[in-house]
């Protein structure tokens, strides 16, 4: 039974979904993507596909290092289906890379419940944030994450809420002083592409709906779990989880506001989602319910695929 196999944190867990999001990954550039086959685009494939399985690894050590989940290997395969059933993810490298910095931020940022290196972490948090701006425009609402962490935390200093102006002011000089080393008239990066969209047009196709359908119906329905274990979870782990119901409504509000929708910006749902579904799938006594909702998952992206 899948859910016994994933209940403990074994390194054979990484193998088995490195393996899916290959295979996913591999088909959705089949399927999905048209370019023409060479041995750059394939070493330029090769690191877009690093990004994503280096993504896993960094969820993993971001919910492990913090206690978000339990010891299992849960949310390595919830945040790795969710990545499956959205494989319009896979053709936009910009958002794969700005989501693994927001990562590496978010490492930073609840780590700061230990109150130690703040000004550290303050700074390197907002580095990471500044670098996925860069990619990707509105990746910049997840300084509210830093914001609301200095707040649940209660961190007062003033000086600590200028650090992270400071350390987005650092990387705007450095991509300045980049762009005019390179002496390009075109913008390198994406920073200023901050136009709105209200238009869902593209997010129609079936496999499409199908996929979000099933990832937002499991979000409601854990959610509500989710808010009333809160109250169980010890005093000083409670504001983490707080920051990752706040990480959700920032990726919910990139997902309504961003110009483009083709399905890629649900990307930065998936780890505070896999966040929150891991924490009630954890909640299941009954194992042939937990078996039906992760086998819903699995087999999800290849009903998508027929339809």
Known sequence: MISSFFSKAKPIHFLVVSLALLLAFVLAKVHLATMVLSPLSVLQQTGVFLVCLFSVFVFDFVTGKNNLTKKNSYRILFF???LIMIPQAFLRAEILMANL????AMRRIISMRSKKELKKKLFDAAFWISLATLLYFWACLFFILIF???FVYRIADIKNWIIPFTSA???????????LVVGENRMLFNWLDYGISFDFTNLNAKHIIISTTIILSYFVWSLFYYLKSLKAKAKSYKPAYVLVLIAVLIATI?????????GAEFVFMFAPLAIIFTNYIETVSEKWFKEILIWILILTP???LIL
């Open 80 to 82: 790795t289906l969710f």
């Open 101 to 104: 910095f927001i990562l590496l």
């Open 148 to 150: 609301a962490a200095l």
């Open 169 to 179: 002011l650092c990387v705007t000089i450095i991509a300045v002083a980049f762009q």
């Open 254 to 262: 990139i997902l309504v506001v961003s110009p483009e929708k083709t």
């Open 302 to 304: 290849f009903l998508s």
